[in-house]
């Protein structure tokens, strides 16, 4: 349980809900892996088996075993947690086999009912999903104005790579140069690097919109935090005049695409974008930025996403 709720909290910063211990018991292990110099998997994996306080294990546990079968207790589905555990507990195995209970609980061990058993079996892929959807509704719930927590649920998302888009970056910055939006350096466009203006563990996707090129010192000293306000407004100037040279012959290949990115996630008008003039582009972008990425950033920093600030 806690395995699987690690990603979602530490890295995606989702709530469990405020009367979830599974907030504070992932926090806490996040703390101590970061301390420890801990990755995520076999070795993380160990360190929560075998260090997780007992308190934390009973308050994680103490009626799991008893939900599922709750509905199968005909007349007594009211029933408070503690008594509902005695009567989970007092079921006969004569009942058990008479009445299609999903199991019964043994001495250490759980026992499925025959008939179950061979539906589970058969029907496992379908059950899996209702209960990955039972989750994400849940998660939602808790989440309610988080982007994409469907995604960010799965045990180990794929990431497609960045090579469209940096090879877009690459053509913009053989044609201009291009500058950081963070340090006002110059990027060289054959050693640049993309970074998610908005983390990917937010968002994630990697939208052009959200994709600026840096260096990889800046890239790697940024991180998942979330860079200043005011970074918006070279964030715009940068995306206009990167479409205008874009659109310029020969036309960039994949422009479409991108621009459709823009006209979908910033509602931005696509003539304007097709035709306008750049400072113009640029004034009008930054008001969509403000709109649209501007309350993301906000939302981002009130789950827990920090702040950062180049140097």
């Not at 199991?103 to 892929?125: K, Q, T």
């Not at 800046?218 to 874009?246: C, F, I, M, Y």
């Not at 969509?288 to 990425?293: P, S």
Request: hydrophobic share 40%; glycine share 6%; aromatic share 8%.
């Amino acid at each position: 349980m806690v395995e699987r709720a690690w990603r979602p909290r530490a890295l995606h910063r989702l709530s469990f809900g405020p009367a979830a211990e599974l907030d504070r018991i992932v926090d806490d292990i996040q703390a101590r892996a970061v301390r420890l110099g801990l990755s995520p998997g076999p070795e993380l994996r160990e360190h929560v088996r075998v260090s997780l306080p007992r308190r934390d294990r009973a308050k994680l546990t103490k009626y799991v075993q008893y939900a599922l079968v709750r509905p199968f207790l005909m007349g007594v589905v009211r029933l408070s947690d503690t008594a509902l555990k005695n009567r989970v507990l007092g079921v006969s195995e004569d009942e058990f086999l008479r009445d299609g209970h999903l199991y019964r609980l043994l001495e250490g061990a759980i026992a499925v009912h025959p008939s179950w058993s061979r539906y589970l079996d058969r029907h496992g892929a379908i059950i899996r999903g209702w209960a990955l959807w039972e989750w994400a509704a849940f998660m939602q719930r808790h989440n309610p104005n988080v982007p994409a927590v469907a995604a960010k649920l799965a045990p180990d998302p794929s990431r497609e790579g960045l090579g469209r888009q940096q090879r877009y970056w690459r053509a913009v910055g053989r044609r201009e140069a291009l500058e950081c939006i963070y340090t006002a350096r110059p990027v060289d466009p054959e050693d640049l690097t993309l970074d998610h203006f908005v983390p990917w563990s937010f968002v994630v996707h990697d939208r052009l919109w959200n994709l600026v090129p840096v260096s990889a010192a800046t890239n790697s000293s940024k991180g998942d935090r979330l860079p200043p306000v005011s970074s918006l407004e070279p964030l715009a100037h940068l995306q206009s005049s990167a479409l205008a040279v874009a659109r310029q012959p020969p036309r960039l290949k994949e422009l479409d695409q991108y621009i459709d990115e823009f006209v979908a996630d910033l509602g931005v008008d696509r003539a304007l974008l097709e035709e306008g003039n750049p400072s113009h582009m640029a004034a009008y972008l930054l008001r969509r930025y403000r709109d649209v990425v501007g309350p993301l950033l906000a939302l981002a920093s009130s789950h827990g996403f920090e702040p950062w600030t180049a140097r």
